[in-house]
Each structure stands twice: as C-alpha cells, then as structure tokens.
C-alpha cells in the first residue's frame, strides 16, 4: 500500500454479524406507537397543567411541545430503535421538530383564540385546539433515530 498524499485512512468495517441488530420492525411499530401515545399524554397532560396554573397557552403549548416530543426522541432512540448517542442524529432532529414546533404552537395558538371566542369551555379548546395540532404531518424519528 503506497501512501497518497491526498488519501484518507478509510474506516474499519465490522463483519455482519458483530454489528447490533435492530429489533423487528413489528416490534420497532408497536413501541413507536407506545412511544407517541406515552409523549402525547405528556404533552397534553403538561399543557392543561401549566395552564390551569395561569400560564397562558401558548407559552403552554411551547412547553409542551419541548417535552411532549423530548420524551418521544429519547424514549424511540433508546427502547424503540436502540440508536447509539450521536451529535449528528441529535441536530437533525431538533432542525425537524423546530419546524414542527412553530407550526403546532402557531396553530394550536390561533385555534385556541378562535375556539375561546366560539364559547366552548377551556378544555374542550385545548382538546380540540390539541387534535388539530397533532394531526399536522410530523417528521418520522425513525429517520434520525436508526442512524
């Protein structure tokens, strides 16, 4: 092997069979599932929290959001994916759910605002105020986590 001066060492591969395997992806879906459902209650749960305390909503929801979906990340990089730690992976992920933050907490906000002025009560807001936020398309942590 002659040395190139312009020539980088290239990284040692393991052989297939050392490598950690991933889980099944049935197993991989369910606790995905699992995983949502547990940072949804969190959200939500946090946000009527916050907010019968006398925090305003969107200040609320902002909270929320951080971590409802903080939740979802480290829960689906280690139980559901089992992702080693990566700075990488990390700043992908927060690039995507800061869009995703200002869409949700944007429109949970003027549906608050909307819903409020309807006269429903304030739990019926924030429930239905919550469902529409959510339904909004959500990047997939399987993107990031697995890598």
Same mark, same amino acid.
């Given at each position: 092997?002659?040395?190139?001066?312009h !020539? /980088?060492?290239?990284p040692i591969?393991?052989?297939? $069979?050392?490598r950690?395997?991933?889980?099944?992806l049935p197993a991989?879906?369910?606790? /995905?599932i699992? +995983?949502?459902g547990f940072?949804?209650? &969190? $959200?939500?749960g946090?946000l009527?929290i916050?907010? *019968?305390l006398g925090? =305003?909503?969107?200040?609320?929801?902002?909270?929320?959001? #951080?971590?409802?979906t903080?939740t979802?990340?480290?829960i689906?990089?280690?139980?559901?994916?089992r992702?080693?730690?990566?700075t990488?992976r /990390?700043?992908?992920?927060v690039?995507?759910?800061?869009? +995703?933050? *200002?869409l @949700?907490v944007?429109?949970?906000?003027?549906?608050? +605002?909307f %819903?409020? *002025?309807?006269g %429903?009560?304030q739990?019926? &807001? @924030?429930i #239905?105020a919550?469902? #529409?936020? !959510? =339904?909004?398309p959500?990047?997939?942590?399987?993107?990031?986590?697995?890598?």
């Open positions: 092997m002659t040395d190139h001066p !020539q /980088f060492p290239q591969e393991l052989p297939v $069979d050392e950690e395997s991933p889980l099944p991989q879906l369910t606790r /995905f699992i +995983t949502g940072s949804a209650i &969190v $959200d939500f946090l009527v916050l907010m *019968a925090l =305003g909503h969107t200040p609320a929801k902002a909270i929320s959001f #951080i971590a409802g903080t979802a990340y480290l689906n990089r280690r139980w559901t994916f992702a080693s730690p990566s990488r /990390f700043v992908a992920v690039i995507l759910y800061a869009v +995703t933050f *200002a @949700q944007g429109l949970f906000s003027v549906l608050f +605002t %819903l409020t *002025a309807q %429903l009560s739990l019926s &807001v @924030q #239905i919550f469902v #529409i936020a !959510q =339904g909004l959500q990047p997939s942590t399987s993107s990031c986590s697995a890598r």
